[in-house]
């Protein structure tokens, strides 16, 4: 079985929630600071604003990513001209969570959907999440800080 999770990510160094916030006329679903810990010897780096779509108030996995993916798009297309200047001092992507247990299996994402996220400037970033039946996980990674590459 296959679960994703979807949602926009924007970090940088000097990012301000209730900016970004009020530009996007959208709340964050998460807000991480840069300087909180991230472990016993490490700090987060950047700050990261995080804002997910789920199939419905109460179930945050997608069945389908390409279902997830075009939601987060139809609400972000209006916001593109913002992103765009978001985009001139702060990352921005499509971070997506795989969810998967057994063997075999994972996303497909149309190429229409993918010139989507192309127009508002968003990279697409997919991290896969095994559970029973699949190798360990790296005890060096969590869910806490599935942004590392923002690090």
Known sequence: MHTYSVELTIAGDDLDEAEVS?????????????????????????SVWSFDVRPSPDNPEWQSLEDG????????FPLKNDLRELRQRCS??????????????????SAETLRLL????????????????QPDEDPETDESDHHEFLS
């Open 69 to 76: 993916l075009r939601t987060l798009v139809e609400k972000l």
């Open 118 to 133: 192309a127009d508002l400037g968003l990279a697409l970033t997919i991290k896969t999440y095994w559970g029973d039946n």
């Open 92 to 109: 921005t992507e499509a971070y997506c969570g795989h969810f998967g247990t057994g063997f075999g299996g994972g996303p497909s994402i």
């Open 22 to 46: 009020t530009k996007l006329g959208l709340q964050p679903s998460v807000f991480l600071k840069k300087g909180e810990p991230l472990g016993p010897k490490r700090r987060r780096e950047r």
